[in-house]
């Protein structure tokens, strides 16, 4: 079945008891969590790096960058490996969710903007968000989640580490 012009695909996923989503063209895969090799004097968010197939992968603890509480580990608890566009490059990542549901459409005249008020997150980290019979699913922007200097460096982070290792 073909998905209409009006319609973009994105893979939901939660962090503590909210419901997330991103675009499921940045989604590389999905994996089974597995701790991270640790990085010194890193940001408190990065997990540490885990090789993907050959390659560094910096982990992110999501709801740390969100300003939420450190996750914890279940049989549930996954990375989502993700391609973001930043800077003209790709930056690959890893993000930790507590569980991830599912790959779902959403309609483009469904997405409402990002509210100002009454949400515990920066809203420039909110593309939009999407009413739904069990609650809002937010929909991160993760050109601005992850374009500050500390996380553009993660990249250089990932290349040296290997090089040394």
């Not at 560094?56 to 608890?77: A, C, F, N, Q, W």
């Not at 989502?80 to 930790?96: E, K, M, N, T, W």
Request: glycine content about 8%.
């Amino acid at each position: 079945m073909a998905i209409a012009a009006t319609e973009s695909q994105y893979v939901t996923f939660s962090l503590e008891n909210e419901c997330f989503a991103v675009p499921v063209e940045v989604v590389r895969e999905i994996l089974d969590h597995e701790d991270p090799f640790r990085i010194p004097h890193g940001p408190s968010y990065l997990l540490g790096l885990r090789d993907v197939r050959g390659h560094g992968v910096p982990v992110i603890d999501l709801r740390l960058r969100l300003g939420m509480s450190r996750t914890e580990k279940t049989p549930h608890t996954r990375i989502l490996v993700i391609d973001v566009p930043i800077d003209g490059r790709s930056l690959s990542l890893g993000l930790v969710a507590d569980r991830v549901f599912e790959v779902t459409s959403f309609r483009h005249d469904a997405i409402e903007a990002a509210p100002d008020i009454g949400i515990r997150w920066p809203s420039d980290y909110i593309a939009g968000v999407v009413r739904r019979t069990e609650g809002f699913v937010v929909i991160v922007n993760l050109a601005k989640l992850f374009s500050g200097t500390d996380v553009r460096s993660l990249g250089s982070v990932a290349a040296s580490s290997l090089e040394h290792a």
